[in-house]
């Protein structure tokens, strides 16, 4: 499995950027899918999550009501919407991907055995 993160760029405040993330050598579709960020001197913050089931969707705290995570398995692809971008959003961003983590786990990096390379996200004033 091999992941490929793409999408992030500099941005104004206030803002968006839509992060997207291919995953080659299997099949999306049994897999859960999940965006983590890390920001320097930072530890490795979970952003959102995507199940498998369309239902399965969750989010960080700082995240809810401006991102946005959907996955497409036609394509293979993950994809995340980020709108209304502060500083603190700042950050290398990380898809990963695993078929065994469960929901409730989901939050925990640890978990998840396959990731991307990161692409970085810059929000300015």
């Known amino acids: 499995v091999q992941l490929q993160a793409s999408g992030g760029g500099l941005v104004q405040a206030g803002g968006s950027l839509r992060l997207s993330c291919v995953l080659s050598?299997?099949?999306?579709?049994?897999?859960?899918m999940a965006w983590f960020r890390q920001a320097p001197g930072k530890e490795r913050e979970f952003v959102a999550a995507?199940?498998?089931?369309?239902?399965?969707?969750m989010y960080g705290d700082a995240m809810k009501g401006r991102f946005t995570i959907s996955r497409d398995n036609s394509d293979n692809s993950v994809h995340l919407l980020m709108n209304d971008l502060v500083l603190d959003d700042t950050a290398v961003y990380y898809c990963?991907?695993?078929?065994?983590?469960?929901?409730?786990?989901?939050?925990?990096?640890?978990?998840?055995?396959?990731w991307g390379q990161g692409t970085q996200v810059t929000v300015s004033s």
């Open positions: 050598g299997r099949t999306l579709s049994t897999y859960t």
């Open positions: 990963a991907a695993d078929d065994r983590v469960l929901w409730w786990f989901v939050s925990r990096g640890g978990e998840y055995h396959h």
């Open positions: 995507a199940g498998r089931r369309a239902v399965n969707r």
